[in-house]
């Protein structure tokens, strides 16, 4: 037998707006909470800095990406630095720090965990939508002031021997 939904008593919801009212719930919470991604200061054996230059903006940026459902950091950490450089991570050092301010990301709103990684490997663009160039920096060659998102910050942080929570 088929309910006529106009015949719902008014003092009750209507059916549909319940689950309207549950689809919009739903849809705020994806969309009105901070996406999770890492970002990787890529350290090679002789010292040197890997940094790629991103497709969006023409900037120089750390390797890094969002986590994904059910991954961890460190996996996130290794999936994305092989996704944009081709490195292996050979381990993760230590954690420079958690970047949570809105204005951040010019995307969308994103905390971004921070760690200094060992790698090695043969430097390659493996994602070329996102990525056009990639190369090893030291510490002078670096073009600050230049960098994409707040990646200036970060690596100035990192250079002061910091762990920031901001």
Excluded at 132 to 160: C, K, M, V, W
Aim: aromatic share 6%.
């Amino acid at each position: 037998m088929t309910q006529n939904l106009d015949s719902v008593p008014r003092d009750q919801p209507h059916p549909l707006s319940q689950i309207w009212r549950l689809l919009q719930t739903a849809v705020g919470l994806v969309f009105r909470h901070p996406i999770t991604g890492t970002s990787i200061i890529p350290i090679l054996p002789d010292g040197r800095i890997v940094l790629v230059q991103r497709r969006d903006n023409g900037r120089w940026s750390l390797p890094g990406g969002i986590v994904d459902w059910g991954e961890d950091i460190p996996s996130s950490t290794k999936r994305e630095l092989a996704e944009e450089t081709g490195l292996d991570l050979v381990k993760i050092n230590r954690l420079v720090g958690v970047y949570s301010d809105p204005e951040r990301d010019p995307r969308f709103h994103s905390i971004c965990i921070l760690v200094e990684a060992s790698v090695e490997g043969e430097m390659q663009v493996q994602d070329t939508l996102e990525i056009s160039n990639i190369r090893a920096f030291t510490r002078q060659e670096i073009p600050q002031g230049e960098l994409s998102h707040d990646h200036d910050r970060q690596l100035q942080d990192y250079f002061s021997g910091m762990t920031v929570l901001a």
